[in-house]
């Protein structure tokens, strides 16, 4: 099992981290130690003033996304490489087995938020945005970015929890990016964004038609992509035991239908209860109210406020998305350290400079797009939002146009 | 012996649980149950067909997640105020949603909302304007039902549809800028309310904190007296005893003796006021919906700005 690789077999005495047994038990201990703080921190945020049910909810929301972006390699970029150098789809069917999941979920919650999708308004919260060229360009800077840090921000955020080095970088990075998306807004907002439609399939289709042409859409991408699908491991019969759960749970690579069917789940518990899925809320936040103090920004941000989606606040606390967003890093951290996959990657000059420049491409592009792989694409496709996919294929231009640069190498 | 102990220390517990639980009573029981309910007053109501309930909350995505089982959303922005012009809902808009809402002409209306129920007051304002006689608000609002732990549904409730008429809009509940100039010139009788906060009212801020509808002058309407809103609940968000609102506002000499006029910013707060005056004691009183964001902006209306920060001067 791969519970004795930390330390390389070292012959050492037995108090020192070099023994396999004793690392093992410390990387188990604190496993169990983070599981624990994060069991009481969500009971107490439960009956802390003013947070209540949808900050201990948020906080379990990101573990749980945590936990299965860590077991299923749930990175986009990674599953957006693998198909482009090696022609593997296999993570391809994650994404699209989580926004299969995720329209059935949305549609299911829709029809009790929202029972008359031809009326006024839009669904509460939904992530439906603009639709203009902005949200091109905010794709193809963001894919772009991708490919040259590693990962998108989802990705570095559960990667950070796995000790990826490049993964702060990219963050701070993305942090400077968000800025000089406030700094953009106004001019983008007047030219393009304020006229742009929202535009919403069941607005015209209705749910039932909208989820029909939305399961339509997928499978035919899902039947292009079959033939590049690699032959599977065989699975063995005979009985369930408790270590082949073990096996199945802790040690071998999730399937990538059962990862992304639980992303598709999560996002929709997330949305029936708090919000949508969003990793970039409080991180522009954060910028947006770090600019405002410094005065570099002014108190209003013009139509900024209006949209539904991961757009930034001025903010004084902690939000519910900087807790979910906690919860993720911890969620799978912890996992990381149950299965052995701790482990801080080698930083080079390069690799830093990269990771930084790639975040702030990634923070221009997820705040002029209000929000990034998961906030726009997983949450607006759900969502039946034209911006979802808009942003999905332009994401998808800017790391093929990446990689074929060779910014990743 | 014992037995006659143990009678006796029954008898001083239950004394003093009546004792706690008395003044909470008291507090309550002078509240006219036609304008303000209790949650217990409403929970045992949830199925009862001659009462409607009502949400208006601002903060989207609160009703949907969940709401008093059977209510009905209604939403300020689109559905209390004119979605184009700078309105009170017209009364062919207002009649089509409150019947698609059930609403019947003998209906009890129940609103309650979240903002200390700012806009389920507006929303009572409305049902006012158009001549419905029993609407009602929930003591504490939305907050209270929620602390209490009480029942919420995501089910979106479907009512057969109402016949709920919509009488010509009472003028006398609703005030103009004309009106109020008319009183600060002394031309018309009356009183009028400034129920904004201090800072406000005196003119050294234009809006609370994060608001964004501002004004071009800060201070307020001359004559004007500053009662706070907040001043008429306890801290719990219920409302005040009677006696207490009834000394609260004649200590700045609103008796209900003379007409009285109340405004805020926009309209949403001295709503609150307006449902404690005319709703709860009976006063003759009319909200001034345009309030000082169109006071302060007006050209060549008197103000009144104690704090000095008219422009140029800082």
Same mark, same amino acid.
């Given at each position: 099992?791969?519970?004795?690789?930390?330390?390389?077999?070292?012959?050492?005495?037995?108090?020192?981290?070099?023994?396999?047994?004793?690392?093992?038990?410390?990387?188990?201990?604190?496993?169990?130690?983070?599981?624990?703080?994060?069991?009481?921190?969500?009971?107490?945020?439960?009956?802390?003033?003013?947070?209540?049910?949808?900050?201990?909810?948020?906080?379990? =929301?990101?573990?749980?996304?945590?936990?299965?972006?860590?077991?299923?390699?749930?990175?986009?970029?990674?599953?957006?490489?693998? &198909? =482009?150098?090696?022609?593997?789809?296999?993570?391809?069917?994650?994404?699209?087995?989580?926004?299969?999941?995720?329209?059935?979920?949305?549609?299911?919650?829709?029809?009790?938020?929202?029972?008359?999708?031809?009326?006024?308004?839009?669904?509460?919260?939904?992530?439906?945005?603009?639709?203009?060229?902005?949200?091109?360009?905010?794709?193809?800077?963001?894919?772009?970015?991708?490919?040259?840090?590693?990962?998108?921000?989802?990705?570095?955020?559960?990667?950070?929890?796995?000790?990826?080095?490049?993964?702060?970088?990219?963050?701070?990075?993305?942090?400077?990016?968000?800025?000089?998306?406030?700094?953009?807004?106004?001019?983008?907002?007047?030219?393009? =964004?304020?006229?742009?439609?929202?535009?919403?399939?069941?607005?015209?289709?209705?749910?039932?038609?909208?989820?029909?042409?939305?399961?339509?859409?997928?499978?035919?991408?899902?039947?292009?992509?079959?033939?590049?699908?690699?032959?599977?491991?065989?699975?063995?019969?005979?009985?369930?035991?408790?270590?082949? =759960?073990?096996?199945?749970?802790?040690?071998?690579?999730?399937?990538?239908?059962?990862?992304?069917?639980?992303?598709?789940?999560?996002?929709?518990?997330?949305?029936?209860?708090?919000?949508?899925?969003?990793?970039?809320?409080?991180?522009?936040?954060?910028?947006?109210?770090?600019?405002?103090?410094?005065?570099?920004?002014?108190?209003?941000?013009?139509?900024?406020?209006?949209?539904?989606?991961?757009?930034?606040?001025?903010?004084?606390?902690?939000?519910?998305?900087?807790?979910?967003?906690?919860?993720?890093?911890?969620?799978?951290?912890?996992?990381?350290? &149950?299965?052995?996959?701790?482990?801080?990657?080698?930083?080079?000059?390069?690799?830093?400079?990269?990771?930084?420049?790639?975040?702030?491409?990634?923070?221009?592009?997820?705040?002029?797009?209000?929000?990034?792989?998961?906030?726009?694409?997983?949450?607006?496709?759900?969502?039946?939002?034209?911006?979802?996919?808009?942003?999905?294929?332009?994401? &998808?231009?800017?790391?093929?146009?990446?990689?074929?640069?060779?910014?990743?190498? | 012996?014992?037995? +006659?102990?143990?009678?006796?220390?029954?008898?001083?517990?239950?004394?003093?649980? @009546?004792?706690?639980?008395? /003044?909470?009573?008291?507090?309550?029981?002078?509240?006219? *149950?036609?304008?303000?309910?209790?949650?217990?007053?409403?929970?045992?109501?949830?199925?009862? /067909?001659?009462?409607? @309930?009502?949400?208006?909350?601002?903060?989207?995505? @609160?009703?949907?997640?969940?709401?008093?089982?059977?209510?009905?959303?209604?939403?300020?922005?689109?559905?209390?105020?004119?979605?184009?012009?700078?309105?009170?809902?017209?009364?062919?808009?207002?009649?089509?949603?409150?019947?698609?809402?059930?609403?019947?002409?003998?209906?009890?209306?129940?609103?309650?909302?979240?903002?200390?129920?700012?806009?389920?007051?507006?929303?009572?304002?409305?049902?006012?304007?158009?001549?419905?006689?029993?609407? +009602?608000?929930?003591?504490?609002?939305?907050?209270?039902?929620? +602390?209490?732990?009480?029942?919420?549904?995501?089910?979106?409730?479907?009512?057969?549809?109402?016949?709920?008429?919509?009488?010509?809009?009472?003028?006398?509940?609703?005030?103009?800028?004309?009106?109020?100039?008319?009183?600060?010139?002394?031309?018309?009788?009356?009183?009028?309310?400034?129920?904004?906060? /201090?800072?406000?009212?005196?003119?050294?801020?234009?809006?609370?904190?994060?608001?964004?509808?501002?004004?071009?002058?800060?201070?307020?309407?001359?004559?004007?007296?500053?009662?706070?809103?907040?001043?008429?609940?306890?801290?719990?968000?219920?409302?005040?005893?009677? *006696?207490?609102?009834?000394?609260?506002?004649?200590?700045?000499?609103?008796?209900?003796?003379?007409?009285?006029?109340?405004?805020?910013?926009?309209?949403? +707060?001295?709503?609150?006021?307006?449902?404690?005056?005319?709703?709860?004691?009976?006063?003759? @009183?009319?909200?001034?919906?345009?309030?000082?964001?169109?006071?302060?902006?007006?050209?060549?209306? /008197?103000?009144?700005?104690?704090?000095?920060?008219?422009?140029?001067?800082?």
């Amino acid at each position: 099992m791969a519970e004795s690789t930390l330390g390389g077999g070292a012959q050492a005495a037995s108090t020192s981290l070099k023994n396999p047994r004793t690392a093992a038990a410390v990387r188990l201990g604190l496993a169990w130690l983070i599981v624990g703080a994060l069991v009481a921190l969500a009971f107490s945020l439960h009956e802390t003033p003013n947070r209540g049910a949808a900050a201990s909810f948020s906080l379990l =929301i990101g573990v749980a996304l945590g936990v299965t972006f860590q077991r299923g390699r749930f990175c986009f970029f990674c599953i957006f490489r693998d &198909f =482009i150098e090696n022609r593997d789809s296999s993570g391809l069917f994650a994404v699209l087995s989580a926004l299969a999941v995720g329209g059935i979920g949305y549609a299911i919650v829709f029809g009790a938020f929202m029972p008359n999708p031809s009326g006024r308004g839009l669904p509460a919260n939904a992530h439906i945005g603009p639709v203009s060229w902005v949200l091109v360009a905010g794709g193809l800077a963001f894919g772009v970015g991708m490919a040259l840090s590693g990962a998108c921000i989802s990705g570095h955020l559960y990667r950070l929890g796995e000790g990826y080095t490049r993964a702060p970088l990219a963050l701070f990075g993305s942090l400077v990016g968000f800025g000089v998306g406030f700094l953009t807004w106004h001019t983008l907002y007047v030219e393009a =964004i304020s006229v742009a439609p929202l535009a919403w399939l069941p607005k015209t289709l209705g749910y039932g038609g909208s989820l029909a042409l939305h399961l339509a859409l997928l499978s035919l991408i899902a039947a292009l992509l079959l033939r590049h699908l690699p032959e599977l491991p065989a699975q063995a019969g005979g009985k369930l035991t408790w270590r082949r =759960i073990y096996q199945a749970v802790f040690v071998t690579r999730w399937n990538p239908l059962v990862t992304g069917a639980l992303v598709g789940l999560i996002g929709t518990f997330a949305y029936l209860r708090v919000s949508p899925l969003g990793v970039t809320s409080q991180l522009s936040s954060l910028t947006r109210t770090a600019l405002n103090n410094a005065g570099w920004l002014g108190d209003r941000l013009v139509g900024l406020d209006g949209f539904a989606g991961c757009a930034a606040r001025v903010v004084d606390t902690i939000t519910n998305n900087g807790i979910l967003i906690g919860g993720l890093v911890a969620g799978s951290l912890a996992m990381a350290l &149950f299965t052995n996959r701790f482990q801080l990657s080698r930083l080079t000059v390069r690799g830093a400079l990269t990771a930084l420049l790639g975040g702030a491409l990634m923070g221009w592009g997820a705040m002029v797009s209000l929000g990034c792989t998961v906030g726009t694409l997983l949450s607006g496709i759900s969502a039946f939002a034209l911006s979802g996919w808009l942003f999905g294929a332009a994401v &998808f231009a800017g790391v093929w146009l990446g990689i074929k640069l060779r910014l990743h190498a | 012996m014992n037995i +006659r102990r143990l009678v006796t220390l029954f008898a001083v517990v239950a004394l003093i649980a @009546v004792g706690l639980a008395l /003044p909470s009573f008291r507090a309550r029981a002078d509240l006219p *149950e036609s304008a303000v309910v209790s949650t217990e007053w409403l929970a045992a109501r949830l199925d009862d /067909p001659k009462v409607r @309930v009502i949400e208006v909350s601002v903060i989207p995505g @609160v009703y949907e997640r969940g709401h008093i089982p059977g209510a009905v959303n209604f939403v300020w922005h689109t559905d209390l105020v004119d979605p184009v012009i700078r309105d009170i809902a017209s009364p062919e808009a207002f009649q089509k949603l409150a019947r698609s809402a059930g609403i019947n002409a003998d209906t009890t209306v129940v609103l309650y909302g979240d903002n200390n129920n700012w806009f389920a007051a507006w929303g009572a304002w409305i049902f006012s304007i158009y001549g419905h006689e029993d609407v +009602r608000l929930l003591d504490g609002g939305r907050a209270k039902w929620e +602390r209490e732990n009480r029942p919420l549904s995501i089910q979106q409730p479907s009512h057969p549809e109402g016949n709920f008429t919509a009488k010509p809009a009472r003028r006398e509940i609703r005030a103009f800028l004309a009106d109020v100039l008319a009183v600060v010139k002394g031309e018309a009788e009356g009183v009028i309310v400034d129920i904004r906060s /201090p800072a406000e009212y005196e003119g050294r801020i234009f809006a609370p904190e994060g608001f964004q509808e501002l004004a071009i002058r800060a201070g307020h309407i001359p004559t004007a007296v500053n009662v706070p809103w907040g001043r008429a609940v306890n801290e719990d968000g219920t409302f005040k005893s009677v *006696e207490e609102l009834r000394q609260l506002y004649a200590s700045v000499g609103v008796d209900g003796s003379k007409k009285v006029y109340v405004y805020c910013r926009i309209g949403e +707060r001295s709503s609150h006021t307006w449902f404690v005056l005319s709703k709860i004691l009976g006063y003759d @009183v009319a909200q001034y919906d345009g309030s000082w964001t169109e006071w302060g902006n007006a050209v060549g209306v /008197p103000i009144e700005n104690p704090a000095g920060t008219v422009w140029g001067r800082q």
